[in-house]
């Protein structure tokens, strides 16, 4: 069972904390990975895109000129595909991108991106992040002290304070642990999670 130190906000060790092997010491299957985060980035997708067919597009429904006898190719409509301003052959249309994962590949995931920072050392727990106002100012002097770059933090519940004081923050995100994902763990190269975070990341996984 792997053992982190804890540390409080002006990173000072203040105790230890016991990570389950079955969570945080998960063995790294890159496809897996793969098809998780795919999957994420495809169900994001709007899907709204659209081109006009020529049962969309309006007119051509005159032929433009007889059939024989012009010396011009033969054209049944001004909108064919062929013509500018005519229809698009085989365009995009509205679609859904998102694709189904099945829920235990998706926890199993997520284990996995959360052992891969574990054993690279980005996993950092802080027993916790308490600010007197919502200031950009007063997280940006933690968030120097705990020495963080891209970052992901993961708090147990929405803490107004810290999601606000973080938010001008270019490259930190704060996160529910009940929202933690598979693409947030690996899109950040470090990861903070609050020991009330941890605990409870822990039990859901096991």
């Known amino acids: 069972m792997a053992k982190l130190q804890v540390v409080d906000q002006n990173n000072t060790k203040v105790g230890d904390i016991e990570l389950a092997p079955e969570v945080f010491e998960v063995e790294v299957q890159p496809e897996i990975l793969n098809l998780v985060v795919r999957s994420q980035r495809a169900a994001k997708r709007q899907g709204t895109h659209a ?5 969309l597009i309006t007119g051509g429904g005159r032929k433009p000129w007889r059939q024989k006898g012009t010396g011009r190719a033969r054209a049944g409509s001004s909108r064919s595909p062929l013509w500018r301003g005519g229809a698009t052959t085989f365009g995009p249309q509205p679609r859904d991108y998102s694709f189904k994962v099945n829920k235990k590949v998706r926890k199993l995931a997520l284990q996995m991106a959360l052992s891969s920072r574990v054993s690279e050392e980005k996993l950092t727990v802080v027993k916790s992040i308490e600010l007197d106002e ?73």
């Open 51 to 55: 081109t006009k067919n020529r049962a």
């Open 134 to 206: 919502i200031k950009t100012k007063a997280f940006a002097a933690v968030a120097e002290k705990l020495g963080l770059g891209k970052t992901l933090i993961v708090a147990k519940d929405a803490d107004e304070k810290l999601v606000l004081s973080a938010r001008n923050m270019p490259h930190v995100k704060v996160i529910e642990a009940a929202k933690l994902n598979v693409y947030d763990v690996l899109l950040y190269p470090e990861l903070v999670m609050l020991e009330a975070a941890a605990q409870d990341v822990q039990e859901r996984l096991k």
